[in-house]
């Protein structure tokens, strides 16, 4: 019924003129056989233009029903159904535009897709190393329960911690999607922020009997701090995973940025990786020796980090540190007026 319907509307101009065309003829062969004239030959070419007009009209309508089931036929499945094809030079343009609107739709939509699927694996991959301090405490929990003394708060509290940065990390890269919303920019004492990051990773330096040198020094800038936190997590905790012996996390302003250097004393970065190490999901042969030595590693941590520090308009730069090692450097633009955009980078 919605197809005749749609038939009868789009027909309404032509059999307007039909209606108009057949009126004329008619009343012409009436005047004639009124005043005595034959008329038999406006009334059959009357007829003859009506017959005519109703084949067309149902030739017409049979096109125009099959085209509409077509379209109806689309709409339940919009991306993959084969479109109507076109008839003339405007159902072409028409045709055309449809099929690139759908290309589009369909790489955006595989887009979010691979998007979702990236999510999730970042998501599990968290939470698989939440296992780790979760077994810790299990562990804990049962030397207590065999030996009846209770279990020292202190390690309870290290696993604790080492379970909330995990999660901080899972849902780092959910939050990144809404970035702006979750940001809010202030003045920020950046050594104070490094001293609660590197209290955050106790856990990490205890197990791993590394040392950590935190020389004075300070610096402040307008950032946000609990992405400005994220990003110094990151990098403190990949230190601590790969460094031999030390740590060393210094503060510094120079001009109108601010500057936190982040320095290991591992085996570096292999020449292969250096320009993957900010790539998602990128683990590397040190970080796969590492997950081997008991220590996971995610492969999402730098990555989002870069995005956050990219999105607040900082700048994160890792290398190999003289003398052997790693140098993992946040350039901070001491104000800022915005959430994103490059700032210049310093001489």
Partial sequence: ?????????????????????????????????????????AFYASCVQVAAALIYLGIRATLRAREWKD????????????????????????????????????????????????????????????????????????????????????????????LDRLLELALGRIRLADFERDTSIEEIDLRTLAAMSIR???????????????????????????????????LIVNAAKYASAAVRVTVR???????????????????????RIFTKSFVGSIGRAADDAGIRSSGYGLYLALRAAEKLGARISISCAEGGGTIAIVTVPAKRSRFEGDFDDRS
């Fill in 200 to 234: 955050r990773a106790r856990r990490l330096f205890i197990v791993r009997g590394i040392s950590m040198d935190f020389p004075d020094g300070g610096a402040t800038a307008e950032t946000d701090r609990k992405w400005m936190a994220f990003i110094l997590d990151q």
């Fill in 71 to 162: 379209i109806e036929r689309g709409l339940g499945d919009s991306l993959n159904a084969d479109l109507p094809r076109p008839r003339g030079e405007t159902s072409r343009e028409w045709y055309c535009f449809v099929s690139a609107q759908r290309k589009e739709a369909a790489r955006l939509l595989a887009e979010r897709d691979a998007a979702a699927a990236e999510d999730m694996e970042a998501f599990i991959a968290a939470i698989h190393a939440m296992k780790t301090p979760a077994t810790a405490i299990a562990l804990i929990a049962e030397k207590a329960e065999h030996s009846g003394e209770p279990p020292r708060p202190i390690d309870l509290k290290l696993e604790a911690e080492e």
């Fill in 253 to 275: 302003q120079i001009g109108s940025t601010a500057e936190i250097a982040v320095k290991d004393d591992g085996p570096g970065i292999p020449e292969e990786d250096r320009d």
């Fill in 1 to 41: 019924m919605n197809t005749l319907l749609r038939i009868v509307s789009d027909s309404v101009p032509l059999l307007c003129l039909i209606v108009f065309q057949a009126v004329i003829g008619l009343g012409v062969a009436a005047i004639d056989i009124r005043n005595g004239n034959a008329g038999s030959s």
